[in-house]
Structures are given as structure tokens and as C-alpha cells.
């Protein structure tokens, strides 16, 4: 089971930008997309965009346009650039690689 560590949420103004990595401690599953969910106060944990092993993305209806992900697996790193972000952006970003591996959590608070 790989173990998994976010950085670089925080705190940006609306149509800001941020950018979220997250580095594998071992070689990441290519069983499974690796990825960010989000989870806000009151609702369900949901998927943000995920890349699989060979370059499939999804991404969100909301975020499309928005956000971009991307997948390194020489690095054992996954990064989500988030552009134009709103407030309704606002959750803990969990990084995901399979049902048993998620990371901790980072913040991200979209507000003026």
C-alpha cells in the first residue's frame, strides 16, 4: 500500500491560482488512476481529476477548463493546477491512488 503526501494548499483569492502535489512514498499502482478528490463541509467526498496509467484523464464538470492534472511516475507525483478557482472550489483535496490509498488532506479555501 503506498503511502501519500499533499502539499501546497492554502488560501487565494477567487480566479487565483494554486497548485497541489502530491509524491507517492512508493512506486504508485498502475491498477488504478491516480488522482484528487475534494471533500467540503456538508457533502460528499467527489472526484476532482484523475490521470491512469497511460494518460487518461477525467476531470470534473466543474472544474473542466479550470483545473489541470498531471501524472509523473518516474517521480511517483501528481500535481493539480487550479486556475480561475472559485469559492464553491473550497474543500480538503485528498490524493487518491486506489480504494485502500488516500493521502491526508490539504486544505484549499477560495475567499476575498
Known amino acids: 500500500q503506498v503511502q501519500l503526501v499533499e502539499s501546497g494548499g492554502g488560501l487565494v483569492q477567487p480566479g487565483g491560482s494554486l497548485r497541489l502535489s502530491c509524491t507517492a512514498s512508493?512506486?504508485?499502482?498502475?491498477?488504478?488512476?491516480f488522482g484528487w478528490y475534494r471533500q467540503a463541509p456538508g457533502k460528499e467526498r467527489e472526484l476532482v481529476a484523475d490521470?491512469?496509467?497511460?494518460?487518461?484523464?477525467e476531470y470534473a464538470d466543474s472544474v473542466k477548463d479550470r483545473f489541470t492534472i498531471s501524472r509523473d511516475d518516474a517521480k511517483n507525483t501528481v500535481t493539480l493546477q487550479m486556475n480561475r478557482v472559485k469559492p464553491e472550489d473550497t474543500a480538503v483535496y485528498y490524493c487518491?491512488?486506489?480504494?485502500?490509498?488516500w493521502g491526508q488532506g490539504t486544505q484549499v479555501t477560495v475567499s476575498s
Open positions: 487518491n491512488n486506489g480504494p485502500q490509498s
Open positions: 512508493g512506486s504508485v499502482s498502475r491498477l488504478f488512476a
Open positions: 490521470v491512469t496509467y497511460n494518460g487518461i484523464v
